[in-house]
């Protein structure tokens, strides 16, 4: 028989974002003892940031602090990882520690980077000008990658599957582009975004801006192209090209290669009776869109990009999503409806440039939600600063702090 040898009224799986921000906020509400969070890693990161440091305007060592620093006061912070979700018996199992029996329960464990399902990607990443920014370690070599390129061909590629921050793809290529030329070298260059997707950006209010910079910069966009493989000792990646009709391979050679790995929830989740069943990737822990509250057990809430939330996962929407879920969560403790609800709001500070930013804010409806009175389908300046300075500053000192 198995032994609870640990119980919490509310229990957090995640301490990222979305775990932080509802732990700092459900701590000024219910007494200490009375929250636990799950969470192995030592260090807490600021991962839009990494964006900025594979561009070499900040060194990767600004985007990490130690997880301890964030844990708020009276909460229990559980150094280990969640392995299995058992919601009908309120419990969750974990790989190193006794199983925790909880009252409510919150998800936040983010998303999976799923680099084995693209073969021969892992073995080839950060050597011989393979990249990628979704890393902390990968976001420093990108730039040395950058940096190393002598010309020729520069591709950036973008998996369907939804992924973290939908702009980052599109970040990185332009500020690549924007090295080439100040090194003098984009003539001798041809860069080439190869997206999953069909379009540059999934709004459309802000795609026009964005189909502007790609001809600005004479990027060669290749839209609906999945990187399927990495053929590393020929230096060619493999996509899938499919239209209506028909699908079919094709092969690109490389300079440079910079990935974005397929994205899925965590395998934990993915497997457990609070998973989405439907859509084309389905795993993901199944919430209300308004309240956050699970359909099938009341007791569970989840936020960020481990959620079902059909919004794009940034830790902007993570902002706006933890006083809801708060809110909601505290009410169904006192028996009350949960009533707070959620927009769908998100936020993507394009970067297009080491000085310019296309700050795109939206909500479900996919309609423009400036939080500034200027029109939100320029690039500014004003917004790289807010990027660059302004959101690391909210996100440390106020959003992890439950303020903002
Ligand atoms: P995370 O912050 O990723 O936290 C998940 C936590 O769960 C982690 O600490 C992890 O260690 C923990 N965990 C994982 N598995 C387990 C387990 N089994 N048990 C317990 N704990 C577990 N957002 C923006 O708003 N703007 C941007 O410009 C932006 N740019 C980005 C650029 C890049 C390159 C990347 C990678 C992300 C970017 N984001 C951006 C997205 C943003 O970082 C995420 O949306 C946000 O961090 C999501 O918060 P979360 O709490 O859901 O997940």
């Known amino acids: 028989m198995m032994t609870l040898q640990r119980k919490c009224r509310v229990l957090i799986v995640g301490g990222g974002a979305g775990g932080i921000s509802v732990a700092a906020r459900l701590s000024r509400r219910l007494a200490p003892g009375e929250i636990a969070i799950v969470e192995p890693s030592s260090d807490h990161y600021y991962q839009p940031l990494w964006t900025l440091v594979g561009a070499g305007v900040v060194p990767k060592e600004l985007t990490r602090r130690p997880e301890a620093d964030y844990i708020p ?8 990882r969640v392995s299995e979700l058992q919601p009908a018996a309120n419990r969750v199992l974990t790989e190193n520690g006794p199983s925790i029996a909880y009252d409510y329960l919150v998800l936040a464990p983010g998303m999976k980077l799923d680099w084995e399902r693209v073969p021969g990607l892992r073995d080839a990443l950060g050597k011989n000008g393979v990249c990628s920014i979704y890393d902390y370690e990968q976001a420093q070599t990108t730039w040395e990658m950058i940096q190393a390129f002598r010309g ?13 921050c939908a702009g980052a793809p599109q970040k990185i290529m332009y500020l690549a582009e924007e090295t080439f030329r100040d090194e003098g070298i984009r003539d001798q260059t041809h860069v080439i975004g190869a997206f999953g997707g069909a379009s540059i950006f999934g709004v459309a209010a802000f795609r ?3 189909e502007k910079v790609l001809a600005r910069k004479q990027i060669d966009f290749r839209p609906k192209h999945e990187l399927v493989a990495v053929k590393a000792a020929e230096k060619k990646a493999v996509f899938r090209v499919s239209s209506e009709q028909e699908s079919h391979e094709v092969e690109i050679g490389y300079d440079l290669l910079h990935v974005v790995p397929p994205q899925c929830a965590p395998d934990f989740v993915r ?34 990009d481990a959620s079902s939330l059909p919004t794009s996962r940034t830790g902007a929407a993570v902002r706006k999503q933890a006083p809801v879920l708060v809110a909601n969560l505290l009410a169904v403790m006192n028996q009350a409806e949960p009533s707070a609800r959620y927009d769908g709001y998100a936020s ?10 296309l700050m795109a804010e939206f909500d479900y409806e996919g309609k423009p939600t400036p939080s500034f009175p200027l029109d939100p389908t320029k690039e500014r300046r004003s917004m790289y600063y807010l990027k660059r300075y302004g959101l690391p500053f909210l996100y440390w000192g106020l959003m992890l702090r439950g303020r903002a």
Do not use: Q, Y
């Open 348 to 357: 993507c500070p394009v970067v297009t440039s080491r000085k310019t930013v």
């Open 208 to 210: 026009p801006t964005l």
């Open 73 to 80: 006061r009276g909460v229990e912070w559980i150094r280990d």
């Open 271 to 304: 497997k457990s009776p609070l998973a989405t069943t439907d859509g084309p990737v389905p795993g993901w822990a199944k919430v209300d869109k308004h309240t956050l509250r699970s359909p099938d057990f009341g007791n569970v809430f989840a936020l960020g």
């Open 152 to 164: 020729g061909t520069a591709l950036f590629t973008m998996p369907s599957t939804p992924i973290k």
